[in-house]
């Protein structure tokens, strides 16, 4: 499964942000990648005041372009997210999944909301504008099952368990961690939760903007189920595409079988 | 909180061991450590054919020497883990807690056995000799109440968010990961359920002998509630004491509310 992820930068103007995506996607379709991942928020600068004004309802413009780029470049698009309004108007921190026909398989509301205050660092509230999702989303992919979860969620080793207790052997992860939360702890999360649940995790976050009132940290990752870096990007925009082979989920579960070793006997984490 | 941790070698004789032990403690004495921790098997070979042989009674000799040595000193003193043998012929791998008096406040049975077969690395099947204990272990003290599981206990990270549920604000791991496992996992397991629980982790190994039939790969970890390590050691015997403020991990828990942002309306862990 050929896997790329775009770290691109995200511009204000919404127009602009999808032609990058369709620069990157023309640019790589040489490479013929099977899945494409794109950043949290790439059509909407990280700023909670915006999210309501860049807010699109599903099957908006947004979504209709993301569509068509699925199918005419026939990948699976884990679309990163966008703001997507509902008609009572909550804003939800939202991604959209393709199939390589454009079809809508899946798509995953930001569940944890991220809230921080940290002293002499980031100060981030983003429960005052947006509405958390409920679901776990895992989908049906011709190379087996992909799970979905955006930034926050994977601060939470409860999802990433149910996420793969679900099937799923890659969990895909748009984010954007910042400056302060980026480097004490972006790299070991996608690390351990991979290597808890002997999955491939894949981090794809915006590229780093020094003019942003959020300034991402960029460092798009991927990691194989045995908690090792694959690849890795730096701050700067760009992309990596990488082969990985599902099977080698199989074969360290089956070398060291931690999720078989849960002692479900014990405890179990149900969802409710 | 003064915290020592004994990085010690194991020898065949289980004498020399416990005087060891001895000897670290009065070496340490005007330091005055309040709670010291011994590596996982720190008086049996760590192997799973001499685990029999070596087990002892609760109250047996390794028992009553480690008693005495907690009131002598007057520590807390997590006593790394030795071989427990009960009337019905079952053998545990057990670890047993002291207070400063001398008086036993608890005891851990490790309740995940480490049973591994890594391609070109490691093979160890810890339940051939050893019978899993059940019970989650966390014991008050002067300083707030603290967790304590047996290595591999820390590869689910169910366990480790039981313990901090639980009121734990440290927790401590005697462990010995291998040369296998230790360079992939030990550093960042111990970081990520620091960071995940917001506590202390402290993991505590015998030193690396080369010569034994399983290589201990060292390196004992003292990990903040922020993830971040404060110290470490490498594969040599010795020890390292280091003075902790458990009041840290109410200001981080402030800070980034980990704990208080689990979905518990979405999902629980359930001990049965």
Redesign the interface.
């Known amino acids: 499964m050929k896997i790329a992820q775009i770290q691109m930068k995200v511009y204000p103007d919404k127009e602009k942000n999808l032609k990058e995506v369709e620069m990157y996607l023309e640019n790589m379709k040489e490479e013929n990648p099977d899945v494409v991942v794109l950043p949290e928020m790439f059509n909407c600068p990280y700023d909670k005041t915006l999210f309501e004004e860049y807010s699109e309802e599903e099957g908006g413009k947004t979504w209709s372009k993301l569509s068509e780029l699925a199918e005419k470049y026939s990948i699976y698009l884990f679309a990163g997210s966008i703001p997507e309004k509902v008609d009572s108007g909550e804003v939800y921190n939202t991604s959209y999944i393709f199939d390589r026909k454009g079809n809508q398989i899946g798509k995953h509301r930001k569940?944890?909301?991220f809230?921080?205050?940290?002293?002499g660092?980031q100060t981030f509230i983003e429960s005052e504008t947006l509405t958390?999702g409920?679901d776990l989303t895992v989908v049906d992919t011709e190379f087996g099952k992909i799970g979905l979860m955006i930034c926050?969620d994977i601060?939470?080793?409860?999802?990433s368990?149910?996420l793969s207790l679900k099937g799923a052997k890659v969990i895909i992860v748009p984010g954007a961690f910042n400056m302060t939360?980026g480097p004490?702890?972006w790299e070991?999360?996608f690390?351990?939760r991979a290597?808890?649940n002997q999955v491939f995790t894949v981090g794809t976050a915006p590229a780093q903007d020094k003019e942003a009132s959020y300034t991402s940290y960029g460092n798009s990752i991927l990691v194989s189920p045995?908690?090792?870096i694959i690849d890795r990007m730096s701050f700067e925009d760009g992309y990596i595409i990488n082969d990985i082979d599902l099977r080698e989920v199989e074969e360290v579960r089956?070398?060291?079988?931690?999720l078989k070793?849960?002692?479900t006997?014990?405890?179990?984490?149900?969802?409710?």
């Open positions: 569940v944890h909301l809230d921080i205050d940290i002293e660092g958390p409920k926050y601060r939470f080793p409860e999802w368990r149910l939360t004490a702890h070991i999360s690390r351990v290597l808890d045995w908690g090792k089956k070398q060291l079988p931690l070793h849960r002692r006997d014990l405890y179990e984490i149900k969802e409710k």
